[in-house]
């Protein structure tokens, strides 16, 4: 059990451009999560997938946002023409097969900031 | 749609005395999950407990335990014997069953201070 990596750590852009994140999570989960957190917040939902499909996708998530899971391991989330509000902590965490018992393993996060 | 609340932005405590830290949550299922999951700063959350709605027994890890109380959708963290390391973000979260969505659901947190 490596742990859930999520790269980079820190991204910095400027408002109007692309950033995509990266999510491994642990080999074996085949759930895999992505939250944003802002300061002081509890983490807020974005979209999960099981294996390579995407099942569920947040009503607050612009269509500036996507996220894929192509081969059913990691997972990238792209978002297009950042904006200010978009800064954020971006969590990823997976859970096991075993789901019924399983509770979610969260990795570091990325943290945006956009300019 | 289901919603879960923490009402105490912020709990201190004195190193080795007990806290309890409140959450309620507002579901139509019967059954589900409930987690509580610790935040240190600049670090990753981490799971602290879990039960599941079914049990009516409540569920303990080591200095961590929990009151759930089913009807009254309350699910509260007790911290004894308070260490410096359990300084922390505290958030509760909910997982439903039944309803088709396995979204985790997460409250706006506690901050717990601990004194020494």
């Known amino acids: 059990d490596t742990g859930v990596s999520q790269n980079p750590r820190h991204k910095i852009t400027k408002r109007g451009q692309n950033v995509t994140f990266r999510c491994d999570p642990i080999s074996e989960h085949n759930r895999l999560y992505w939250y944003r957190q802002t300061l002081g917040q509890g983490p807020e939902f974005l979209t999960y997938?099981?294996?390579?499909?995407?099942?569920?996708k947040s009503r607050l998530l612009s269509d500036r946002f996507s996220a894929e899971r192509p081969k059913g391991s990691f997972s990238t989330l792209e978002i297009q023409r950042t904006e200010q509000g978009d800064s954020a902590m971006y969590l990823c965490a997976s859970s096991s097969r075993d789901f019924q018992y399983g509770a979610l393993h969260f990795g570091n996060g990325t943290r945006l900031t956009v300019t | 749609a289901q919603t879960v609340t923490q009402s105490q932005p912020e709990m201190s405590v004195q190193e080795a005395e007990t806290v309890t830290l409140s959450c309620t949550y507002d579901t139509s299922e019967s059954d589900y999950y409930l987690f509580w999951y610790k935040q240190p700063p600049s670090r990753q959350m981490i799971l602290v407990i879990r039960?599941?709605?079914?049990?009516?027994q409540n569920a303990t890890e080591n200095r961590f335990s929990v009151n759930f109380q089913k009807a009254a959708k309350s699910f509260s963290l007790k911290i004894s014997d308070s260490q410096l390391g359990d300084a922390a973000m505290y958030f509760c979260?909910?997982?439903?069953?039944?309803?088709?969505?396995?979204?985790?659901?997460f409250g706006t947190g506690t901050r717990l201070k601990v004194l020494a």
């Open positions: 997938f099981q294996n390579e499909a995407q099942l569920e």
């Open positions: 039960q599941e709605a079914y049990k009516q």
């Open positions: 979260a909910y997982r439903g069953q039944t309803s088709g969505t396995y979204k985790y659901i």
